[in-house]
């Protein structure tokens, strides 16, 4: 009598009976193991002393499909800090105030204080990553900047409607209200500056823009 016990199930990857291969994984999964996997190590060993060839051994993948996916470490570190930007992104923009649009101005820079604090405390790899690359255009830091830019200038096309602000281009005075609070806003002086510091020198700052937006003249 032949044996009818079903055979048990091939592991992933496996070869079959007859030589075929079980399906691949979804390429966008194996892109999130290696986004994971690549943040962990910087976390843990520092973003200048992980390879990609550590990030492929310690996924059981060669190099080359780690490349595949992503063609240079760079390439990874803006995937990683887009993602990470992206969130802080929509909680800023989903936020709702309901006061006047000098004092949104105000809570609009001491939410992204409050947040860029709690990503130098919290993700210290990020800001080292942050550090190294500084002088590269990624992707995700034009992304958020414009981000950014945009929920600025929402705010002062309603001062502007309500008659409050006096600008004509409300794009170029959002871009230059986020340039003046970058000195703020920058990862190493967060580092360095007690909190109350940096929250007297945000609101100074964000005075001074209040107050030439308010100037009749700046039409």
Known sequence: ??????????????????????????????????LNTAERLFCDRGYQQVTMADIAMTLHMS????????????????????????????????????????????QVAEILLINFREDVAKNPHLFEMVIFIANMELKAITLYRDG???????????????????????????????CALEGVFNPITIAREKPDTLLARCHDIVDLIITALQNPLAK
């Open 1 to 34: 009598m032949k044996n009818t016990k079903q055979r048990s199930p091939e592991k992933i990857g496996a070869t079959t009976r007859n030589g075929g291969r079980r399906p691949r994984r979804p390429a966008a999964e194996t892109r999130l193991d290696i």
């Open 63 to 106: 190099p080359a499909n780690v490349f595949k996916h992503f063609h240079s470490k760079i390439d990874l570190v803006d995937a990683i800090i887009s993602s990470h930007l992206e969130k802080k992104l929509q909680a800023i923009s989903h936020i709702n105030l309901t006061c006047s649009p000098q004092k949104k101005l105000f």
């Open 148 to 178: 950014l830019i945009a929920i600025i200038k929402s705010v002062i096309d309603e001062g502007v409607d309500k008659g409050d602000f006096f600008v004509r281009d409300t794009h170029h005075a959002a871009q230059t209200a986020l």
